[in-house]
């Protein structure tokens, strides 16, 4: 099925409102000059990411009135791996903290047991290897009496 770009839908709950998508479409690289146009809607692949990562569905189970599973995994993936996700989270922290009235940065992070898993077995009983006593395991004392 193909994906007309100017067709309208019924949004979802996870789709950006327009306050939000106007943040973020300044945190958006802009396509490289030089190369093919995009044919894409972005917000709508922004969309259909949200639309993943808050349903939880596979990829290939995209709505068909969002982009092909395939473009919006592609975004996903080239976004993640050259740090654009990272870029959004970071700026959109700060933006927040300045709202708040607070500082960009924070300034101590608190982390208790209920925050970290540590593992079900600790300290070094985990990782010693098993010894076993040589006078358990030795057969050759054993004589059989008929």
């Known amino acids: 099925m193909w994906y007309n770009v100017g067709m309208s839908r019924q949004a ?7 306050a939000q998508w106007q943040v973020l479409e300044l945190l958006i ?11 894409v809607n972005i917000r709508d692949v922004v969309d259909g990411t949200f639309y993943v990562l808050r349903t ?6 995209l709505p068909h009135d969002l982009p092909p599973w395939g473009t919006v995994w592609y975004y996903f993936r080239k976004w993640r791996c050259d740090g654009t996700w990272q870029q959004m989270n970071d700026s959109l922290r700060i933006m927040t ?18 925050s970290v898993k540590t593992t079900e077995k600790g ?17 050759s004392s054993s004589t059989r009496s008929d």
Do not use: F, H, N
């Open 12 to 18: 979802y709950p996870s789709d950006l409102t327009d």
């Open 56 to 61: 939880g569905c596979a990829w290939r189970m």
């Open 29 to 39: 690289p802009k396509p490289k000059p030089g190369g093919r146009p995009r044919t």
């Open 123 to 139: 300290g070094l009983v985990a990782t010693m290897q098993a010894k076993r006593s040589l006078a358990a395991s030795d057969t």
């Open 97 to 114: 903290r300045k709202a708040a009235g607070r500082e960009a940065s924070p300034s101590a992070a608190i982390i208790d047991s209920q």
